[in-house]
């Protein structure tokens, strides 16, 4: 984390194990593993949909648009997270995004990884499945949870198993009743075509990041980004 520099991931300061804490007892703990970061005021992306609920396409676009920014560029450094989540992405002031928590990163083969890490609701089904995945992949599978969320205020199913009543309908190819299901009947065909396609089984049936970046609904020329910062 130390090699990455991106303005929406949070700062690495200092970082060592000569750490020593003084309590109000006036005990003194020495030796400690410490980490410093830079301080981030606007709390976690989860406490934001949890607080408002269902927020649309348009407050999806806004943050896709920067979650999409900051995968482009740990991807071409070969760095995958594997823990993406609403609680792992704190924000500022401004609604700009912080990727934190690397603990279940990985920069070595990142193509051919094969231990278990995650969040179950956040997990790709190879994961689950203890076969070998694609980093890139299953953080885009994460990233597809967190759009869903952020867009309609609810987990689109409870974790990506073809047994899961909802995933098995993406699954099945059963999309109308998909929609139906979660109340999203009136999502725009370009959101669900995307979400879609980033729920696939198979990682390499998903999007890439470059494909994502170039689909219509991230183009959609009514959302300005600019605009609502």
């Known amino acids: ?3 990455l520099n991106h303005p929406n991931i949070v700062k690495l300061l200092d970082y060592g194990s000569e750490g020593t804490v003084k309590k109000k007892s006036g005990r003194v703990i020495e030796d400690l593993v410490y980490i410093l970061m830079e301080h981030i005021s606007g709390g976690l992306l989860y406490d934001l949909c949890n607080q408002h609920g269902a927020m649309g396409e348009d407050c999806g676009r806004f943050f896709m648009h920067q979650i999409v920014d900051v995968l482009t560029y740990m991807h071409k450094r070969n760095v995958v997270h594997r823990d993406l989540k609403l609680e792992n992405i704190l924000l500022d002031e401004q609604l700009n995004i912080k990727v934190a928590d690397f603990g279940f990163s990985q920069y070595k083969h ?3 990884l094969k231990s278990y ?5 956040y997990m790709a089904p190879e ?3 203890g076969i070998v995945y ?4 299953t953080d885009i599978f994460s990233v597809g949870v967190i759009l869903f969320i952020i867009v309609m205020g609810i987990f ?3 974790e990506a198993k ?4 909802f995933y098995a309908l993406l699954h099945n190819k059963k999309h109308d009743k998909y929609w139906r299901k979660v109340g999203g009947e009136n999502l725009s065909s370009e959101f669900k075509d995307l979400v879609t396609k980033i729920f696939s089984y198979e990682g390499k049936s998903r999007p ?5 970046k170039n689909h219509p609904w991230m183009a959609d020329p009514k959302f300005d980004i600019k605009a609502t910062r």
């Open 208 to 212: 890439t990041i470059e494909d994502i």
């Open 110 to 112: 990142v193509n051919k």
């Open 162 to 165: 073809k047994d899961e009543y």
């Open 1 to 3: 984390m130390k090699g």
């Open 127 to 129: 994961i689950k499945d």
């Open 117 to 121: 890490k995650g969040t179950m609701t």
């Open 134 to 137: 694609d980093g890139k992949q």
């Open 156 to 158: 689109p199913f409870k």
